[in-house]
Nanobody, 120 residues
Framework: QVQLQESGPGLVKPSQTLSLTCTVS??????????WTWIRQPPGKGLEWIGY???????YYSPSLKNRTSISRDTSKNQFTLQLSSVTPEDTAVYYC????????????WGQGTQVTVSS
């Protein structure tokens, strides 16, 4: 069973870059055929898909966020990282990492989520 855990600062100042890391256990981001994904939920709103990095290292981002988003990975640490630049208070949300099989199906594993607040 794949397990995921988010980590990173809980408070980011406006215009700075938000950086979060997802540590994966019980699976390999380099060899397991998953989309390693970032999702967020702003307060009082639904889930918003941000983007993913796949087993091949290819990435795909939400069109609404792609100009500010970068997802990378460190296969030696079995981690993948989200960077979101030029943040505003509208980027305040609970951020989740999750995994979904490339062959299809729902997101089978989720991290517990981490609250990120954008405020000066």
């Amino acid at each position: 069973q794949v397990q995921l855990q988010e980590s990173g600062p809980g408070l980011v100042k406006p215009s700075q870059t938000l950086s979060l890391t997802c540590t994966v256990s019980g699976g390999s981001i380099a060899t397991d055929y998953y989309y390693w994904t970032w999702i967020r939920q702003p307060p009082g709103k639904g889930l918003e898909w941000i983007g993913y990095i796949s087993v091949s290292g290819s990435t795909y981002y939400s069109p609404s966020l792609k100009n500010r988003t970068s997802i990378s990975r460190d296969t030696s640490k079995n981690q993948f990282t989200l960077q979101l630049s030029s943040v505003t208070p509208e980027d305040t949300a609970v951020y989740y990492c999750a995994s979904r099989r490339i062959s299809g199906g729902d997101f089978g594993s989720w991290g517990q989520g981490t609250q990120v607040t954008v405020s000066s």
